[in-house]
Each structure stands twice: as C-alpha cells, then as structure tokens.
C-alpha cells in the first residue's frame, strides 16, 4: 500500500477554504442570477454554507468530510465544487481502491441531483457524462500526484541510504588504514626494538665488560634507536597518501634479497640462526609476495629472541613462479621453568591477516619441543 503524502499546511488550509467559497458562491450566482428567489434558492444556499463549514475537514479526514460533501452534492449543485474539492484530496492521499469508490460515490450523488435538479444548458446524458470524465480527471490527477510524491520520497530515502553506506564504507576504510598501520609498525618497529632490548640486556648484566665492549654496545643501541625513527617515519610517510616531503622518493619495501641481511642482525644480536634458502628467481617474485615473506621471517625472529632467548632458530624459504613461496620459522621452546616474554599475540594476528590479503596461509603451533612458524604464499607464473 502506498504511504498517504503529509498532509497539508495553514497555508494549504486557508487556500482550500477560500478556493471552495469562491466556488460556492460562483455556482449560486450563476444559477440563480437575474431568476425569482425560492425554496430551492434557500436549499442552496443552505447546502452551500454548510458544504463551505465542512471543506476544512478534507484536511484532517478527506474521506469523510469528502462523503459529507457528497451527500450535499445528491440535493443541491452548490456542494459540487467542495465535493469535488474532497475526490481530488481523497485520490491525492489515499489509496487508489478507496478514491475509485469516492469518485463512484460522487458520480452517483450527481447522478440523482441531475435527475431532480435538471440542467437547461444541455442534455441530462451529456450532462452526467461530463461529470463522469470529470471525476476520472480528478481521479488520474490524483493518482499521478500520489505517485509521484512515492517517487521523490523513495528517491530522498535511497539518497539517504547512499549516504549512509558512503559514511560506512568511509568508517570501515579509515578502521582498514588504522589496522594497517598498526600492523606494519609492529612488524618493523617490533624486531628493531627487541634487537635494541638484547643489547641492552647485555650491557645491564655484564657491567664488568671492557669500556671499549660496553661503548661498542652502546653504540649499536643508539644506532637502533636512529634507524627504529627512520624506519618509523618510512612506515608513515608510505602509509600516507600525499607525495614524500622534499621530492625524496619512496623508501623502498623489502624484498627477497634482504633476508640475508635479516638473519645477519640477529645473529649479531646473539641469536643462531642457520638459513635455507632455495628459490628459484628469487629477484622475479611479486612485491607483495616478497614482503609478506620478509615479514614472516622478521615476525619470527623477533618472537624467538622475545620467548625463547638463546635458543637455536632454523629458517626455511623455498619456491618459486607457479609453484609459491614457503616460508617456515622454527625455533626450539625455552626450558621448562623459564619465563617467556610477555605478548599480547597482535603480531600473530596481524601476521595471519597480512598472510591472508596476500591470498596465503599461515599456521603456527608448539610441537616436539619446537615452535613453528609456516607461511605458505601464491606466485603465480
């Protein structure tokens, strides 16, 4: 069923009102101008104030003040004009079967003051005829105007649903980027900083070291802390959407052949590392593919020094196009006893979501004494 438009305001009101008056007492000068008053004059004009009286409640009930006015209408032709008023409110607000049966109603009602009341003008046939179409003007008036306020409403109804799913899509982009950035500064920020945190370590328990060992570590720590900023502001100035400042280009992401390097900063902070590589055009693999790898083995590292100090850690990357890329990180588990260190497991999930945008997969789980890490990725031919 079609929702009735709203209905109309003082302004509308006060129209309709003055409308049908001046229609009113149109059709009783025209019928009674220049002919001897009677009983019939009173009649209408009895009919005429009281269908003038009831005009204002086709504004809050144009059906029934419509069928008040169509009853006016059997006896006398003042109340045409209100009744007729009443078909077009009742055909404009209400749904198309009841205006069908207050435009019958009103034909009907004319019907019977035409036979009572006849029309010199023209023929009583002709004359109901004209009434008929009339009253199918104001029907299909009505009707056109009832759908087309539909229209506009269910047009300002989609506009507002487009703008709230703009609004959506807007949130769930801003929470994509924030998710983005949060994972991209724990991988890099991550394996930076616990590299810094062994060196520390190794300065807080070994205070008796050598002045030229300690000012060496200290010199690896400030050199971490420097390139953990740079590395910092890369990941941001990458993250963002405007130009590098100063036309410097953009830094460049990891790549296959920066794993080396990798394994060779933990294996100076302390960690034995032995790695495997066996890929095939290794140069030749996809961007994404590359640095989701990267971030596996740095994911790795960093959460071995971080639970398992000391321990042995083996690396393993294999593949090549059209077959993928594996990559597996293991390392053996802590004695029992020994407290790891603390993680609230966000580089695991971050991983795992990053592993998954680049169409992998990746498991991981502590088995036989060790803990492994196994990513494997797609590279197509």
Avoid: C
């Avoid at 910092?232 to 920066?258: C, F, M, T, Y």
């Amino acid at each position: 069923m079609t929702a009735s438009p709203r209905p109309p305001g003082a302004s509308a009101v006060v129209a309709i009102v003055t409308v049908s008056g001046v229609l009113i007492t149109s059709t009783l000068f025209a019928r009674w101008g220049g002919r001897a008053l009677g009983p019939l004059f009173a009649l209408d004009l009895v009919a005429g104030v009281l269908s003038w009286a009831v005009t204002p409640l086709l504004v809050w009930r144009p059906v029934a003040g419509t069928a008040i006015l169509t009853a006016l209408a059997a006896v006398s032709p003042a109340a045409t004009p209100p009744a007729t008023i009443g078909a077009l409110q009742v055909a404009w607000r209400r749904p198309f079967p009841i205006a069908i049966a207050v435009a019958a109603a009103g034909i009907a009602a004319h019907a019977v003051q035409g036979a009572w009341r006849s029309n010199s003008a023209m023929p009583y046939g002709w004359w109901l005829v004209l009434i008929t179409i009339g009253y199918g003007a104001l029907l299909g008036w009505g009707a056109w105007a009832q759908a087309r306020a539909a229209l506009i409403r269910s047009l300002h109804e989609r506009a507002e649903r487009a703008e709230a799913e703009q609004g959506r899509r807007v949130a769930e982009a801003r929470m994509l980027e924030r998710r983005k950035i949060a994972r991209e500064m724990h991988d890099v920020l991550a394996h930076r900083l616990s590299l810094l945190a062994t060196f520390a370590g190794a300065m807080e328990y070994r205070p008796d070291s050598s002045p030229e060992r300690l000012s060496q570590a200290a010199g690896v720590v400030r050199a971490g802390v420097h390139q953990a900023l740079e590395e910092l502001r890369e990941v941001i100035s990458l993250l963002r959407d405007d130009d590098p400042p100063d036309g410097k280009p953009a830094p460049p992401q990891p790549v296959l052949a920066d794993v080396p390097r990798l394994v060779e900063e933990s294996r100076g902070a302390g960690t034995e590392v032995l790695l495997r590589e066996t890929v095939e055009e290794p140069a030749e693999a996809p961007p994404t593919v590359a640095r989701t790898a990267y971030r596996v083995i740095q994911e790795g590292l960093t959460n071995a020094r971080k639970h398992a100090a000391g321990q042995p850690v083996r690396v393993a990357l294999s593949g090549g196009p059209g077959t993928g890329l594996e990559v597996e990180v293991l390392n053996a588990l802590p004695p029992e006893g020994t407290l790891p260190g603390w993680s609230g497991g966000a580089g695991l999930v971050g991983l795992t979501e990053r592993v998954q945008l680049a169409g992998g997969r990746l498991d991981h789980q502590a088995a036989g004494g060790e803990f492994r890490l196994h990513a494997s990725l797609p590279w197509p031919t």
